[in-house]
């Protein structure tokens, strides 16, 4: 027993410290488990094959329609220009001083909209390189603004995001993306309130540290005494004033592209510009939202879905499946919507759907390989006294959802893996333990989403590692901030909806 309880522990500390040094999951997950089946004494063979590949091809075959249809509208939503109108618009609307809160509301905004979490990075870098700039607010905070629009609210919170985190419970629970709608927008206001208050104080104790914007980088400093010892060996450097010094805060290339400064002809030509253009990039957006909200409240209760429960299509009902088929139907309309609004594009976008089709592959294998790894450590005989020691914190069915899920999704750095293992796991019996005490589905679906964005967030995370190196910062730069935003400030949000629902019985 002891012997089994160390594999699970050295498989989580294999897993987590490969995962923060860079490498993919997916390699790492199957090898993480390898280690815990073999200190359990488990078949090794039939561990991967009957449990580890079922469990990730079944979380494959569930969500895979949702990463598509996502990763395509996200590329879609990048090479139309609307991202880039939206950007634009809300930055004529707060003005490029207000960057942080500009920032935040945009990735906010295309997350909600449907855009997968790794397009928005991409997409926002150079709008918020530019905006910082502008405002000459340190670069260290960029990270840490961008994760609050992303990884927090936007994602888990807000009733109707498209956002897998958001569409996972539906399958478990037959609920709707729109679950629990007041207990979703009281912890959104809390989460981006405090997150904002913490971005905006740090700002003020940098400006008065003396920080800039144009303080260079651990990445830039790292350049530029590399670059010295090449000149200085090379014998074409002699003094600190010599025409060959590299210095990368000179060119205006290298840190004022894309200025968005009031005067500069970027920031003159986007206040040129029409309201009607700039709201363009909010149409493809809405569509999403609107047709979720249609699909699920409209057309489902119109038909007749009895046909589900033949065993051609699964045994199943319409509450098992809506989530998915809602969001689906929202962004396959979406993306329909972006080639009508400007036909002459047509070759472009059909190029695009290639290129987003390619760019939803490696997000949910990832994901899969984390509930692979879940399902096998589930599978071990030894895992029934983590569980036990999961369900021994509380008898309410609210209190261990939230705790279970969060500290899976931050033993997997998942949120959508530690909520797919959590709920595969544990979905019901904690189900079960729902009905017995009169809780709905509903408030359990929205404290699992949330909770599930929180602790997933700590430093192996593979989505925060990818946004410090989009952003050219290290994590000693930037995570403290970043944890802050996305890691305390989501748990006091769901302790608040927690409370909320414990107290006024909002089950």
């Given at each position: 027993?002891?012997?089994?309880?160390?594999?699970i522990?050295?498989?989580?500390?294999?897993?987590?410290?490969?995962?923060?040094?860079?490498?993919?999951?997916?390699?790492v997950?199957?090898?993480?488990?390898?280690?815990?089946?073999?200190?359990?004494?488990?078949?090794?063979?039939?561990?991967?094959?009957?449990?580890?590949?079922?469990?990730?091809?079944?979380?494959?075959?569930?969500?895979?329609?949702?990463?598509?249809?996502?990763?395509?509208?996200?590329?879609?939503?990048?090479?139309?220009g609307y991202?880039?109108?939206?950007?634009?618009?809300?930055s004529?609307?707060?003005?490029?001083?207000?960057?942080?809160?500009?920032?935040?509301l945009?990735?906010?905004?295309?997350?909600?909209?449907?855009?997968?979490?790794?397009v928005?990075?991409?997409?926002?870098?150079?709008?918020?390189?530019?905006?910082?700039?502008?405002?000459?607010?340190?670069?260290?905070?960029?990270?840490?603004?961008?994760?609050?629009?992303?990884?927090?609210?936007?994602?888990?919170?807000?009733?109707?995001?498209?956002?897998?985190?958001?569409?996972?419970p539906?399958?478990?629970?037959?609920?709707?993306?729109?679950?629990?709608?007041?207990?979703?927008?009281?912890?959104?206001?809390?989460?981006?309130?405090?997150?904002?208050?913490?971005?905006?104080?740090?700002?003020?104790?940098?400006?008065?540290?003396?920080?800039?914007?144009?303080?260079?980088?651990?990445?830039?400093?790292?350049?530029?005494?590399?670059?010295?010892?090449?000149?200085?060996?090379a014998?074409?450097?002699?003094?600190?004033h010599?025409?060959?010094?590299?210095?990368?805060?000179?060119?205006?290339?290298?840190?004022?592209r894309?200025?968005?400064?009031?005067?500069?002809p970027?920031?003159?030509?986007?206040?040129?510009?029409?309201?009607?253009?700039?709201?363009l990039?909010?149409?493809?957006?809405?569509v999403?939202?609107?047709?979720?909200?249609?699909?699920?409240?409209?057309?489902?209760?119109?038909?007749?879905?009895?046909?589900?429960?033949?065993?051609?299509?699964?045994?199943?009902?319409?509450?098992?499946?809506?989530?998915?088929?809602?969001?689906?139907?929202?962004?396959?309309?979406?993306?329909?919507?972006?080639?009508?609004?400007?036909?002459?594009?047509?070759r472009?976008?059909?190029?695009?759907?290639?290129?987003?089709?390619?760019?939803?592959?490696?997000?949910?294998?990832?994901?899969?390989?984390?509930?692979?790894?879940?399902?096998?450590?589930?599978?071990?005989?030894?895992?029934?006294?983590?569980?036990?020691?999961?369900?021994?914190?509380?008898?309410?069915?609210?209190?261990?959802?939230?705790?279970?899920?969060?500290?899976?999704?931050?033993?997997?750095?998942?949120?959508?893996?530690?909520?797919?293992?959590?709920?595969?796991?544990?979905?019901?019996?904690?189900?079960?333990?729902?009905?017995?005490?009169?809780?709905?589905?509903?408030?359990?679906?929205?404290?699992?989403?949330?909770?599930?964005?929180?602790?997933?967030?700590?430093?192996?995370?593979?989505?925060i590692?990818?946004?410090?190196?989009?952003?050219?910062?290290?994590?000693?730069?930037?995570?403290?901030?970043?944890?802050?935003?996305?890691?305390?400030?989501?748990l006091?949000?769901?302790?608040?909806?927690?409370?909320l629902?414990?107290?006024?019985?909002?089950?």
């Amino acid at each position: 027993m002891v012997l089994a309880l160390f594999g699970i522990f050295a498989s989580l500390v294999l897993l987590i410290g490969l995962a923060y040094r860079g490498h993919s999951v997916i390699a790492v997950a199957p090898i993480a488990a390898l280690v815990a089946v073999l200190l359990s004494g488990a078949p090794l063979l039939a561990s991967y094959t009957q449990i580890f590949m079922p469990a990730l091809g079944g979380f494959i075959v569930t969500f895979f329609p949702l990463f598509l249809t996502g990763a395509i509208f996200g590329k879609l939503m990048s090479v139309s220009g609307y991202a880039q109108n939206i950007a634009d618009s809300i930055s004529r609307l707060f003005g490029p001083k207000r960057a942080i809160l500009v920032t935040v509301l945009i990735t906010a905004l295309l997350t909600y909209g449907g855009v997968s979490a790794w397009v928005v990075v991409f997409t926002i870098f150079p709008i918020g390189k530019s905006l910082f700039e502008a405002a000459d607010i340190p670069r260290r905070l960029m990270p840490a603004a961008i994760a609050l629009g992303i990884f927090t609210f936007a994602t888990a919170a807000l009733p109707g995001s498209p956002q897998i985190h958001n569409a996972i419970p539906t399958r478990f629970f037959e609920t709707t993306t729109f679950a629990a709608p007041l207990l979703g927008v009281i912890g959104a206001i809390v989460t981006f309130t405090l997150g904002m208050l913490w971005l905006n104080w740090r700002q003020g104790q940098l400006a008065r540290a003396g920080e800039s914007f144009s303080d260079m980088t651990h990445a830039e400093k790292t350049e530029v005494r590399l670059r010295e010892k090449e000149l200085v060996g090379a014998n074409l450097v002699s003094a600190d004033h010599s025409p060959n010094r590299y210095d990368p805060l000179k060119s205006s290339e290298t840190m004022g592209r894309g200025r968005l400064s009031e005067g500069s002809p970027r920031f003159e030509t986007a206040r040129a510009g029409s309201a009607t253009h700039g709201f363009l990039g909010l149409l493809p957006i809405l569509v999403v939202v609107l047709v979720n909200a249609l699909f699920v409240y409209v057309l489902v209760p119109s038909f007749n879905f009895d046909y589900l429960s033949t065993e051609l299509f699964g045994s199943t009902v319409i509450a098992s499946v809506v989530g998915v088929w809602s969001v689906t139907t929202a962004m396959a309309t979406s993306i329909a919507v972006i080639f009508l609004m400007r036909p002459k594009n047509f070759r472009t976008y059909v190029e695009s759907l290639t290129k987003g089709a390619k760019d939803a592959v490696l997000p949910v294998f990832t994901t899969a390989s984390e509930v692979g790894y879940g399902a096998v450590i589930a599978s071990l005989a030894v895992f029934v006294v983590i569980r036990d020691g999961i369900f021994g914190v509380s008898e309410n069915a609210l209190v261990v959802s939230s705790i279970s899920t969060a500290v899976i999704s931050g033993i997997t750095g998942s949120s959508s893996g530690g909520l797919s293992i959590t709920l595969g796991t544990f979905g019901a019996q904690l189900q079960s333990m729902a009905i017995d005490q009169g809780i709905s589905m509903e408030a359990m679906h929205r404290v699992m989403a949330m909770s599930s964005v929180s602790f997933d967030s700590l430093p192996h995370n593979g989505a925060i590692i990818t946004l410090l190196l989009v952003c050219g910062l290290t994590h000693r730069e930037s995570y403290k901030d970043i944890g802050v935003v996305t890691v305390l400030v989501p748990l006091i949000g769901v302790l608040v909806v927690l409370g909320l629902a414990l107290a006024i019985g909002a089950f």
